[in-house]
């Protein structure tokens, strides 16, 4: 059967990037790490939560941008705080529950639960909600929930 496994590029950074990973996310592998010196050349196959990813040292050619995001859905508050802090350890925080990893790749740190409110038949709550998320840096699952449920 056929899959898919995203592929990141970095520049010299892909065994530190991979191991990072494998400790942030509890149940995840480390397969191989093939280090080679220097920046370029080190490959290695790593799995997130039964994602599997590979990461390779290409050189300066291609830059890592937030064009492409990891999506984290976490199930409560205590999940959107762990991943919060540790994927964003020595990168930058930025809006609407989206940050920069030290490794420049960009992850979405989404509750579940505001998913749901977004996409709720309730047209009018789904935009209290999401006018909630946009004025976030770290989504609140309390905060959306007040807004999705405020009557006007």
């Not at 705080?81 to 609407?96: H, I, N, S, T, V």
Request: glycine letters at 8%; charged letters at 20%; one cysteine or more.
């Amino acid at each position: 059967m056929s899959s898919i496994t995203p592929f990141l590029w970095f520049n010299g950074k892909a065994a530190a990037a991979a191991r990072f990973y494998t400790e942030v996310f509890k149940d995840s592998t480390l397969p191989y790490v093939n280090e080679v010196p220097g920046d370029n050349g080190t490959i290695a196959a790593f799995e997130l939560k039964g994602r599997k990813f590979m990461a390779f040292d290409g050189g300066p050619m291609f830059e890592i941008n937030p064009a492409i995001s990891l999506m984290v859905d976490c199930d409560n508050q205590d999940e959107v705080d762990y991943f919060w802090e540790r994927l964003g350890e020595g990168g930058k925080y930025e809006a609407c529950g989206w940050l920069v990893d030290q490794f420049g790749v960009s992850w979405q740190i989404v509750p579940i639960a505001m998913m749901e409110m977004l996409g709720s038949p309730d047209h009018e709550a789904a935009g209290r909600a999401f006018a909630a998320m946009m004025k976030m840096t770290k989504l609140e699952i309390s905060v959306l929930q007040a807004a999705f449920d405020a009557a006007d």
